[in-house]
């Protein structure tokens, strides 16, 4: 994910140092841009600070959100913007921080701890002026408030969870709206540090009328990492293992001594580093248990197993898998009129597929042939150099 939102920065003509990537370094003859522009966001490389406009959408009421996407959640967050989650989190990544860990369990049933948001550490600041055009500003805390006014635990730092890229491409955040979360989102750009939940049983969080300025009213939101934060312990990153057990990190595949290099390198920089392992709904269970194994030796502790769901149905596997798909094909041409989409198109799109499986299954079997011709020859070296030669004329 790291790599990916990098690129993004680089076409933009943005210069920025991202883990796993290589610093770009402006011409010497040229001073550096101190202020880049990210679509709406603005990235201040000298003060260090990532800053956007928004506008307040919500003054009194049950908070789950502190800032969503303009005219998404508006009815559970104080503040929505124009800005996207994307470029947010990019200029994070821009000053050298990582995606964290976004709130979860850890173990099982019984034995299952809660375990808050983890990683680079932010303050936050919002900027407005007063109906007498007076600059105010305020922590988002100050903002906040339980319901009748009782005291919570309001938070004084925030972290940088960094949301997901999905399996589709899609960014989650910009998917759902969630930028800033009062109530551990996982979706969410940026949350609290601190066990919190929209649950019935849980923390409430309320607006706080007094504090919040008029509805409309334009604010500047400026968000600043804490000393230290791109050195953050916990981090974040996404293996993805595809139906042939090829394994990648921001689309660089691995080899098996690669991977260990990478795993070293990242958990060199992040010692309580986690790895999400996105394993194809096609990858053989081999796969991913010798990727945790690698990553492992490399001293990654943490890891969130995903398995994706194939874009396709799978394709028989076994003789009474085939009769079964055959006998749902027959039951669609009889009933075509009852159907939605013609059956004839999709058994061509099948047909595609099955083309393309073929293909692939040519491939390995070349490959495996290959493979044996080669061990062959090389078993025949081994005992043509070992095995002692025959005596003659002996007795």
């Known amino acids: 994910m790291t790599r990916l939102l990098c690129a993004t920065i680089l076409l933009l003509g943005v210069v920025g140092t991202c883990y796993g990537a290589e610093a770009k370094t402006p011409p010497t003859s040229q001073p550096a ?71 979860r369990w850890s173990g099982q049933q019984m034995g299952s701890r809660f375990l808050p948001p983890a990683g680079a550490g932010l303050k ?60 551990n989102f996982p979706s969410a750009v940026i949350d609290v540090p601190f066990h919190s939940s929209s649950a019935n049983d849980m ?21 600043t990492p804490l000393p230290g934060a791109e050195k953050s312990p916990d981090a974040r990153e996404t293996l993805v293992i595809d139906r042939f057990g090829h394994r990648s990190v921001d689309g660089q595949v691995f080899t098996e001594e690669q991977l260990e290099e990478w795993a070293t390198r990242y958990i060199t920089a992040h010692e309580r580093g986690m790895v999400v392992i996105r394993a194809d709904g096609m990858a053989r269970v081999w796969d991913i248990a010798e990727t945790q194994s690698t ?15 194939p874009q396709w149905d799978m394709l028989p596997r076994a003789a009474d898998q085939a009769r079964s798909a055959m006998a749902g094909w027959k039951d669609k041409f009889v009933n075509y009129r009852d ?49 002692p030669a025959s005596s003659e004329g002996g007795n």
């Open 33 to 103: 841009q101190k202020i880049v522009k990210i679509g709406e966001v603005r990235v201040d490389l000298k003060k260090r600070q990532v800053s956007f406009d928004t506008e307040v959408c919500l003054k009194e009421g049950v908070l789950e959100f502190l800032l969503v996407q303009w005219q998404s959640k508006t009815h559970e967050s104080i503040l929505h913007t124009k800005a996207k989650a994307s470029h947010i989190h990019a200029g994070l990544l821009m000053l050298g921080l990582s995606a964290g860990k976004p709130a």
């Open 295 to 309: 990553l492992r030796l490399g001293g990654v502790r943490e890891f969130d197993v995903q398995r994706v769901r």
């Open 203 to 223: 923390r409430g969080i309320y607006a706080n009328a007094k504090k919040i300025p008029a509805t409309g009213t334009k604010v500047e939101v400026i968000i």
């Open 124 to 183: 936050i600041k919002v900027v407005w002026k007063d109906g007498k055009g007076k600059t105010q500003s305020a922590e988002p805390g100050e903002w906040l408030t339980g319901q009748e006014g009782e005291e919570i635990e309001r938070p004084d730092r925030w972290i940088f969870i960094g949301s997901d890229i999905l399996p589709t491409g899609r960014y989650w955040a910009e998917l759902d709206g969630e930028i800033i979360s009062l109530t």
């Open 339 to 387: 159907l939605l989409e013609d059956p004839g198109k999709e058994a061509d799109r099948t047909l595609i597929r099955v083309e393309a499986e073929l293909r692939a299954l040519e491939a390995r079997k070349e490959l495996i042939k290959d493979y044996a011709a080669r061990l062959k020859k090389s078993v025949a070296r081994y005992k043509a150099t070992t095995q």
